[in-house]
Nanobody, 124 residues
Framework: QVQLVESGGGLVQAGGSLRLSCAAS????????MGWFRQAPGKKREFVAT????????SYAESVKGRFTISRDNAKNTVYLQMNSLKPEDTAVYYC?????????????????WGQGTQVTVSS
């Protein structure tokens, strides 16, 4: 069992930045590929970014590529999402997820554990 707790969301103006954190507890954090997903009101959950257990491999949704950066600190059992140049369309609840021994899937179905989410609101 892995428990995930996101933090760092909030209200920011367009063009601003936020850094989300996801603290993990339970099993060995470094066994897990980690992902960030988001869900806007009335829309389906969508993939944002994923990072391999070592941090050596990352991938991003096209909509955030070049603006968002995923990283992890295995010593702190934490994964981060640095979000720059935020746009109103980035407004959503952001979730982190863990996939044990995962390959970095963009599908939410591949992930075993989810956090409760943190709200990000970008005003125009």
């Amino acid at each position: 069992q892995v428990q995930l707790v996101e933090s760092g969301g909030g209200l920011v103006q367009a063009g601003g930045s936020l850094r989300l954190s996801c603290a993990a507890s339970g099993r060995t954090f470094s066994d897990y590929t980690m992902g960030w997903f988001r869900q806007a009101p009335g829309k389906k959950r969508e993939f944002v970014a994923t990072i391999s257990w070592s941090g050596g491999r990352t991938s991003y949704a096209e909509s955030v590529k070049g603006r968002f950066t995923i990283s992890r600190d295995n010593a702190k059992n934490t994964v981060y999402l640095q979000m720059n140049s935020l746009k109103p369309e980035d407004t959503a609840v952001y979730y982190c997820a863990a996939d044990r021994y995962g390959l970095g899937s963009a599908s939410g179905y591949a992930y075993d554990y989810w956090g409760q989410g943190t709200q990000v609101t970008v005003s125009s």
